[in-house]
């Protein structure tokens, strides 16, 4: 394999995961029912079809950090799922509609070098003026981070920095013609500060925008009978009484409630027989029903009662004499199961029956609302978030509620409130306590938005740190790439344009200060509100960020992706490892996975290797080679399952970063009072996944994985209390697991059973302990995993 990262084609990657991508993308084009679902597809499915033909060709090289020919890094590359490039660039493409709107404006014709003169005209005066006025009002969006390029040189020259701004313009001007270095125009400015929210308004907007659509019509069609049906109904049975001569028919209900005569089945009806007395006046009243049945089209079925009794009603206003004496029976036996169960018209037990219909179909439709809701929305700026939600609550005004044909004063559901929880401006402690941000990939989500105004802390002019805080929230949301040979993501320094605005930095204590407050926030956050999660890639990369701002040496590690693993850590993670085990020595969790003495030793030897390249080299094959050794497999390129197994080993040799965090944020003291509870969360978190797995795929790799990861972080988390608490802890797990399912605890009883020798101190790898059923409970094995035929 060439792994040279100096031009395409350098790099190739079989094409199986693409493949497999582009087959789902066209059976959704060709199978799915929904339209919307079959669009998304197709177009999936083009870009699918671009990596493919990219991977043959070589014009992209799939596991760079440059997969596109000639493409600088920081050219944001079109990303589909698993990080591949499709060959596009996300700042490129057909014109948009705000390009559009502005070569119209300018009389002109969206012609192939129509980008180029939108990206020149901005150098003019006037183009210059137009980027100062949108910097003072902060009215623009950045989607893209090259949407921020010439805002920068706009700043720059404005504050006589031109050697900086020509610096930019030399690296971006060659692009000129595809990509898009100015900014979506905005109705409002938006704000960076300590409140996040989790999605925009025009999301809330879409989702009631669906529920308005679907409608309900269960409820519809319930009062359109209440207020259109019943009520035809009723007069039609008091005409045919009116026609009755006796007594009105009734069912002759038996002694033990039945209806039926036992003997025949029939109903046992009694009274008079209808369409006998014909009074003044009967068949005009018969006509004019006939005329409303048709004209409200109030019949839902042909089958029923009313249908039946309108066909019968046509007959006898139009024919009379055509009706048969079967006709007449089965009228009479309409009229008297009517009257059983309801009442006579007119009467009490009627009236009590449609009354408390009429209360149960009064309030307005949920659809109905959520149009409301959906129209208040409109007139709140769409691409940010909502400061106070309940203004946007109050019941239906007189004006919605003319438009809606229904009455005033209807309260807005809390179902459909609670749609703008996603989009409310709250702190995020706030937001994780109502369940707005319910796991810590949520919370890496919004994590940006806070950090974007941390980043730009240091920055003093206003509008460049607002500018700041654009470029930052539009680079989180560049999509990672699938790289190889521990390659990294392109950083936001490497922007031309962003480290201009880098050099604008003032070296001030107080950014620091209220970036470790919020690093060290952040981290108790996530391990207290989530403690069953290994913390994802993407908070990884946020908290880096801020440690960055805070000089902070904080030494985390990212989750690889075993696929790609190419059977070497980099050098951290041996020196993580290495403090790890240090702060762990002789624990409970260093009983539990076997790092023993020898192994921390081994450990401690990697980490005094800092200095020079080859012993960098020396430092994460030797981490590698002690993996490996544990795992009992080999890794390299190709064998996804023994590199899976191998990087487990590396996640519980440095914690996955749980030891970083505790020791370097120092969070020790403050976590003491939640760790036991930390660990009785991830236990029942455990049992609530496995239980999940075992009704749905008792064999489920993915289960299995995050049972063991949360398993993981439950023995860090227990190993950082008194050694009194462990048993107390294991007590409590028998206890709790007494109350699952025999199923259920048979699964999880080998590991319980090995978590409780490694508490008194004995080695799960003893053949004694092995021959006891005690299991240590790793994501993988060799082969069948224990949970899987458990």
């Known amino acids: 394999m060439d792994n040279d990262d100096s031009g395409a084609g350098r790099i190739r990657i079989a094409p199986g995961y693409a493949t497999l991508q582009l087959a789902a993308a066209l059976r959704a084009v060709s199978d799915h029912p929904d339209p919307h679902v079959r669009a998304n597809g197709a177009t999936k499915a083009r870009q699918w079809e671009q990596v493919m033909v990219g991977m043959f060709t070589g014009a992209i090289a799939i596991g760079s950090r440059t997969p596109l020919d000639g493409a600088p890094a920081w050219v944001t590359p079109d990303v589909v799922k ?26 002109m014709a969206p012609a192939p ?80 500060g300590e409140r996040v929210f989790l999605a925009p308004v025009s999301a809330a907007v879409s989702a009631l925008q669906k529920r308005q659509g679907d409608g309900n019509q269960r409820i519809l069609a319930q009062r359109a009978a209440v207020r259109l049906r019943l009520p035809l109904y ?21 002694a033990d409630g039945a209806w039926r005569d036992p003997a025949s089945g029939k109903f046992r009806i009694a009274g008079g027989w209808p369409c006998r007395l014909y009074p003044a006046g009967w068949r005009e009243r018969g006509e004019a029903l006939l005329r409303e049945w048709q004209a409200n089209a109030v019949a839902a079925r042909k089958d029923d009662s009313l249908a039946e009794l309108c066909g019968y009603l046509h007959l006898c206003v139009t024919e009379p004499a055509a009706l ?40 307005a439709p949920y659809h109905l609302l959520a149009g409301v809701l959906a129209e208040r929305l409109r007139a709140v700026a769409q691409d940010g978030g909502l400061d106070d939600p309940a203004p946007l609550g109050v019941p239906v005004t007189v004006a919605e509620a003319a438009s809606l044909g229904e009455d005033a004063g209807a309260p807005i559901p809390a179902v459909l409130l609670a749609k703008l929880d996603r989009c409310s401006i709250e702190s ?45 929230q539009a ?96 050098h951290k993670f041996a020196n993580v490892a290495a403090h790890a085990s240090a702060m762990l020595d002789d624990s409970l969790y260093c009983h539990y996975y076997g790092i023993d003495a020898a192994v921390r030793a081994q450990l401690r030897e990697l980490a005094q290797r800092r200095d020079g390249s080859a012993a960098t080299r020396a430092n994460a094959d030797g981490l590698t080679g002690l993996c490996e050794a544990r795992a009992g497999v080999r890794s390299g390129f190709g064998t996804v399952i023994n590199n899976a197994m191998v990087i487990e080993q590396q996640q519980i040799l440095t914690t996955h970063n749980l ?36 009704n749905a795929w008792p064999g489920d790799p993915r289960a299995i994985r995050n049972a063991a990861y949360a398993w993981r972080q439950m023995v860090f988390f227990l190993s950082m209390t008194a050694a009194a608490t462990h048993a107390d802890f294991i007590a409590w797990a028998h206890s709790h697991l007494a109350q699952e399912s025999p199923r259920l605890r048979q699964r999880l009883a080998p590991a319980l059973a090995g978590l409780e020798l490694a508490a008194a101190g004995r080695s799960l790898d003893d053949p004694a302990s092995l021959a006891s059923g005690a299991r240590r409970l790793l994501a993988y094995a060799k082969g069948p995993h224990w949970m899987a035929v458990a």
């Open 428 to 472: 995020v402690p706030v937001l994780v306590e109502r369940g707005v941000i319910g796991s810590a990939e949520v919370l890496a989500g919004v994590l940006p938005q806070l950090s974007a105004a941390i980043n730009g802390a240091a920055l003093a002019e206003p509008s460049l740190k607002q500018l700041y805080g654009a470029l930052y």
């Open 82 to 107: 698993g990080g591949f490039a499709t060959g596009d660039f996300k700042a490129g493409g057909p014109l948009q509609g705000h390009e559009l709107a502005t070569l119209a404006a300018a009389g």
């Open 475 to 570: 680079f989180r949301r560049r999509r990672s790439l699938l790289l190889q040979n521990l390659q990294s993501q392109v950083r936001i320094g490497e922007l031309p344009w962003v480290a201009a605005v880098n050099a604008q930095r003032q070296q001030d204590v107080a950014p620091r200060t209220l970036a470790r407050r919020t690093l060290d926030e952040l981290a108790l956050l996530a391990l207290t509100s989530f403690p069953q999660t290994a913390i994802p890639n993407p908070l990884i990369q946020e908290l880096n960020t801020l440690a960055d701002n805070a000089g902070l040496d904080l030494p985390l590690v990212e989750e690889l992706a075993a696929d790609i693993f190419m059977g070497t850590f980099g």
């Open 324 to 363: 048969s004496g079967r006709d007449v029976g089965r009228i009479r036996l309409i009229l008297g199961r009517y009257i059983s169960k309801r009442g006579l018209p007119g009467s009490a037990q009627l009236a009590a029956l449609r009354s408390a219909q009429a209360r149960q179909v009064a309030a």
């Open 234 to 254: 009723d007069r039609v049975l008091r005409l045919f009484l009116d026609s009755v001569e006796g007594a009105p028919p009734s069912i002759d209900i038996g």
């Open 113 to 192: 070098a129509a980008r180029r003169w939108l990206n020149a005209r901005l150098l003019t005066d006037e183009g210059l003026a137009s980027l100062y006025a949108l910097l003072d009002s902060g009215c623009y969006e950045i989607n893209v981070p090259e949407e921020g390029a010439l805002l920068v040189v706009a700043w720059l020259t404005r504050h006589g920095k031109l050697e900086q701004a020509r610096e930019v313009l030399d690296a971006i001007a060659p692009w000129f013609d595809r990509l898009r270095f100015y900014p979506v125009p905005a109705a409002q400015p938006r704000r960076f």
């Open 659 to 694: 030891a970083a965090l505790v020791a370097r944020l120092d969070l020790d003291g403050e976590l003491q009072a939640h760790y036991e509870r930390m660990a009785q969360q991830c236990f029942t978190w455990i049992c609530r996944n496995q239980h999940n797995a075992l």
